[in-house]
């Protein structure tokens, strides 16, 4: 029998402070002996039910209700028993560090964890593992070795008042919208480490959208990343180049070599920020292929993105599911998986989704005609629509609405028009509201030590952006 295993059952048993850290990380699993790890699933079972330890005739009992159990391992618990309840090991355990049970358990249990993935590995390349992807492995190994019994008991409502009053009045970088309702609505803009939408039916406007946004961003001096798997890279570029330089995409293409240069030129002059157009095909690439190409823009081209559009998300593959999970399971386990990088990349992600038919004319759209709805819009921060109709088009308006929004509020406003010009690859603001306008808070700028925030903008707690 194990030293560590029947010293972790033991704790588990007459320990409180101990099995409070150990029952919401350690799986049966983890054991490899069938004696531990089945008298674990018995106390985890019973503390989940009823909140506290069994006594020896409660295991006994649920012993015998256990279906399956070979017959070496149930005589092998059956003698176990008794040891595990003798005063004389209990009292002796009491007195036991706890740390340092606490220290000795993690280690053990992560080199479990992680000897099980590199098994399910073997099984996987040789075929006797059909649920788990290849490509899910190497996350599924981050997190066997991340695991920790984490002493932080969650933020205290009463006590880290403080604290709490200090973060809601701190400075928050935002990723701005180039178009001021946006900005109003999500108080500045994207925050980093989220997931974001623009909901239309086809010829709407997403990629154009996107586009814009991106060309914006550039001009702004952030680094972006656009990765699409519909169009062709230099397709992207076509209508970036249209909104930077302010021509039609016709007018684009009359250009001459050197004028088109020039203007390129003058773009570079302009900005620090970098742009990146990577094209891959639809229905393969997933969220780990493109943390590998992050990687690489971070080694080899020394490129490190602020926000990153993808063109669009159910265009991509999960690496954990397979396409006969189901639509719904599938297109949220790829938002999922993509809002997972956002947060490990420390990136703001942008990325567009299609409506269903009964969405596609529609004069007004809510998340029953959002294709894969359900899945996705549990999973992202904010999900604006893109509302068109004859009327809207003969005046060159769109019509955003807010369908999810962690930024602010959904109804203030619920809906609102902005312009867009087609011909140039752009949208713009038309007619805002008078109150959208408010004092700007003044910001000293020797305060600000961050020198990735200089020439950003910062969020001041108004409506109303600085750029510095």
Known sequence: MSVIENLIITSTLHLPEYSGK?????????????VHSTLFSIL??????????????AIELMLEDKKGLAEPTYQSIKEMLPKLFDNKIIDGLKKQNQEFLINKTEKYIKERAAYNVVLQGYQVI???????KLEALPDLLKSAVSISFDTHLGHDYLEDAEKRYEFYH???????FALSMLNYVTNGGLCRKTLNLIVAGTGIGKTLFMTDYAAFLLKQGYNVAYFSFEMQDYRIGERIDAKLMDVTVQEL???SKDSFLSNINNIKKSTQGRLKVLEYPNGSFTAIHMKNVLNDLKNKGNFTPDIIFVDYLTLMASYRLGLGSGTYSYAKAIAEELRALAMAEDVAI??????????????????????DSAGISHTCDSMFALIS???LAQLNHVRIKQLKNRYGDVFRPNSFLVGVERSKMSFYDVDLPDNLSQPKQQ?????????????????????????N
Not at 44 to 57: L, N
């Open 44 to 57: 985890s079972d019973y503390h989940t039910q009823y909140k506290s330890s069994p006594s020896q005739d």
């Open 350 to 371: 942008f990325s567009a989704s299609q409506t269903n038919r009964n969405g596609q004319n529609a004069a007004d759209i809510d998340l029953t005609e959002i294709a």
């Open 443 to 467: 910001i000293d700028l020797d305060d600000i030590e961050d020198d990735d925030i200089l020439g950003k903008p910062i969020y001041t707690g108004s409506n109303e952006l600085v750029f």
């Open 389 to 391: 109709t004859a009327e």
């Open 170 to 176: 701190e400075y928050q970088q935002r990723i701005p």
């Open 126 to 132: 040789t075929g006797t593992e059909k649920k788990i």
């Open 253 to 255: 293409k009359e250009l």
């Open 22 to 34: 150990i029952y919401p990380v350690v799986k049966p699993e983890y054991f490899e002996s069938d």
